[in-house]
C-alpha cells in the first residue's frame, strides 16, 4: 500500500468517528512524579525514573462570566494539590486562553500550530488548562480524576483520554516503556537529574516573565498509530524506519545507552537517512533539548496509538527543531496527529499564582 493510500485509510476512519459521534474525544498526556502533597508538581519535579504507568490527561476551557481568572486559577490549583501525593502525582499545566494578559504570558505559550501532515480535530486539541494525573492503577487516576472534575466548577472539560506505559521500568536512569509499535520508549531521555534541569526547565536568562521561571513548555501531541499496517512489515523494515533494533540496540551494534556515530555511515546504508532517529537527531552527541514523557492510548482496534508528550525550556529549539526535521521520514505513512496543544507548567509550589491576582 502507498503512503498516500495508507494515511487517507487513517483520515477516512478519523472523519467516519467524528461524524457518528459529533467528534472524538481524545487528549494529551504526559508524566512527571511528584514529591509533595503540598503542591502541584512543576518542572523542576521531573524525574529520571521511570513515570507511574497509568495516566487520564484532562483538558478544560474556563467557564467565561463565573467569576474572575485568577479565582479559577486558584481553585484549580487547590484542587490539584489535595490530590498529589501518596499514590498519586497530579499537577497542571496552563493553556494560552488561561492567561487573559499577553504580556504574562510565556513568550512562546501560544496554540499548537498545524504541522505538515497533521489533521487536528479542534474537539481534540487546544485547551485553557491541562490536568494530569497519573498513579499505580487505572481505577486509583480514574476516581481522582472523577474528583478532580467535580472540584473544578470553573471549568468545563474540552477532552480527556486514558493511557498507559506496557513494561515500565527504568534503565540506566531513564524511563523506558514499550509503546504500540512494540518498541521501546525513552532511550533518548536524560539520564540525570541536572541534564533533565537543563533541557526542559526555564531559567532567568531566557527574558520570560519573572513568575514563570522554574517552570517548562509541554508539547501534547495526540498520533493515531495504523498498527495494522505496521505489523503487516518484517521486524527488519520495522528497524529501518526506526533506526533500532525492537531491542533498543542502534542498527550499527552500537548499545542502547551508547550514541552511534552516523557520520560514518554517510550513506545511510546501516542505518536509513530517512529513519526516525536519524532524522529527529542526525547528531546523537547533541540530543534534542527536551524530555519525552509518553503513554499509549487505546480506544478500539481502529483507533488506538501514541500519547506523545515533551518538556523543554524553549520551544523553537526543542520540539519545534525536531519536528520539522521528521518531515518526510519513513514512519510518516505510519502516524497520523489529530490533536493535542502546547501548555505551560508553572514553577514548583504556588507562589506563581501571585501574579494573577
Known amino acids: 500500500m502507498t503512503v498516500t493510500s495508507r494515511r487517507g485509510v487513517l483520515r477516512a476512519s478519523i472523519a467516519a468517528a467524528a461524524v457518528g459521534?459529533?467528534?472524538l474525544t481524545v487528549a494529551a498526556v504526559t508524566s512527571m512524579r511528584g514529591t509533595s502533597s503540598h503542591h502541584s508538581p512543576g518542572a523542576a519535579h521531573l524525574r529520571d525514573v521511570a513515570p507511574l504507568p497509568y495516566t487520564q490527561v484532562i483538558a478544560l476551557d474556563l467557564v467565561r462570566g463565573n467569576g474572575g481568572r485568577a479565582h479559577a486559577l486558584h481553585a484549580a490549583q487547590q484542587v490539584v494539590a489535595a490530590l498529589d501525593g501518596g499514590g498519586i502525582a497530579a499537577w497542571l499545566a496552563l493553556g494560552e486562553g488561561a492567561i487573559a494578559e499577553p504580556n504574562a504570558r510565556?513568550?512562546?505559550?501560544?496554540r499548537m500550530p498545524v504541522?505538515?501532515?497533521d489533521v487536528l480535530d479542534p474537539k481534540q486539541s487546544h485547551g485553557d488548562l491541562l490536568l494530569q494525573i497519573t498513579g499505580t492503577s487505572t481505577s486509583a487516576v480514574r476516581d481522582a480524576a472523577e474528583r478532580a472534575?467535580?472540584?473544578?466548577?470553573?471549568?468545563?472539560v474540552r477532552w480527556r483520554l486514558d493511557g498507559v506505559r506496557p513494561e515500565n521500568r527504568t534503565e540506566d536512569g531513564r524511563g523506558l516503556a514499550r509503546n504500540p509499535f512494540h518498541f521501546t520508549e525513552g532511550y533518548g531521555n536524560p539520564a540525570t537529574s541536572a541534564e533533565v534541569t537543563e533541557r526542559a526547565v526555564v531559567t532567568a536568562d531566557q527574558g520570560e516573565p519573572a513568575w514563570a521561571i522554574g517552570g517548562s513548555y509541554q508539547v501534547v501531541r495526540i498520533i493515531r498509530l495504523a498498527t495494522g499496517f505496521w505489523d503487516r512489515d518484517t521486524v527488519h523494515d520495522q528497524e529501518r524506519i526506526i533506526g533500532r533494533r525492537r531491542d533498543g540496540r542502534w542498527l550499527d551494534g552500537t548499545p542502547s545507552a551508547e550514541r552511534p556515530v552516523f557520520a560514518a555511515d554517510p550513506h545511510g546504508t546501516t542505518t536509513p537517512l530517512d529513519s526516525h532517529v536519524r532524522r529527529a537527531a542526525p547528531d546523537r552527541r547533541h540530543p534534542p533539548p527536551l524530555?519525552?514523557?509518553g503513554y499509549n492510548y487505546?480506544?478500539?482496534?481502529?483507533?488506538?496509538?501514541?500519547?506523545f508528550s515533551?518538556?523543554?525550556r524553549d520551544l523553537a529549539e526543542g520540539f519545534e527543531a525536531v519536528q520539522k526535521r521528521l518531515e518526510g521520514e519513513a514512519m510518516a505513512k505510519y502516524a497520523l496527529t489529530v490533536g493535542g496543544g502546547y501548555f505551560f507548567v508553572p514553577p514548583p509550589g504556588g507562589k506563581w499564582l501571585s501574579a494573577f491576582t
Open 298 to 307: 487505546r480506544r478500539g482496534t481502529d483507533d488506538q496509538g501514541l500519547i
Open 115 to 117: 504541522f505538515s501532515g
Open 310 to 312: 515533551c518538556f523543554q
Open 106 to 110: 510565556p513568550r512562546q505559550l501560544l
Open 149 to 156: 472534575v467535580r472540584g473544578l466548577a470553573r471549568w468545563r
Open 291 to 293: 524530555v519525552r514523557r
Open 21 to 23: 459521534t459529533g467528534g
